[in-house]
């Protein structure tokens, strides 16, 4: 009788430990390494939010991009979100029914173009800790600007 109890005993601990290990998950391993890695701020170019810091809560946040070159700025819509995570940045995935539209964006020299992010299309929540959006617009282009979300 005291052996079937301790092996009841055994197995409900085991159970509750596998349980615990998993709800420990680390975000990381739902996340992929950023493929930008750090980002050279850019002369004629400039990216903005408009805040610095968001509550968690947020559900859209504004960027500006700003054309200070002599030449037309063309790119699309395609943005990335990223978390800043020891030390590294990780990709924010999108939830797997998110589109975004494949449509060209041209900026004049010395003008601007504002685009709005829901956040609401993201996998994850988002928690307190740092992030940035990345923004690809050629293949020697890349803007990145930073926030805090509290």
């Not at 998950?25 to 930008?36: A, F, I, R």
């Not at 700003?66 to 990780?90: K, Q, V």
């Amino acid at each position: 009788m005291k052996v079937k109890y301790v092996q009841s005993l055994v197995y409900i601990l085991l159970f509750v430990l596998i349980l615990l290990t998993g709800c420990n998950k680390d975000l990381t391993d739902d996340l992929l390494k950023s493929d930008y890695g750090e980002i050279i701020e850019q002369d004629n170019y400039e990216m903005k939010l408009d805040k610095n810091k968001y509550s968690k809560k947020v559900d859209q946040i504004t960027l500006e991009i700003t054309n200070n070159s002599a030449s037309n700025l063309n790119f699309g819509l395609i943005y990335y979100m990223e978390r800043y995570i020891d030390g590294s940045w990780y990709q924010m995935p999108f939830k797997d029914d998110t589109e975004i539209q494949t449509i060209g964006i041209m900026v004049k020299p010395n003008e601007s173009y504002t685009q709005t992010i829901a956040t609401n299309h993201l996998k994850h929540n988002l928690s307190p800790g740092k992030y940035r959006v990345v923004k690809p617009i050629s293949e020697e282009i890349t803007l990145a600007t930073e926030f805090e979300i509290e």
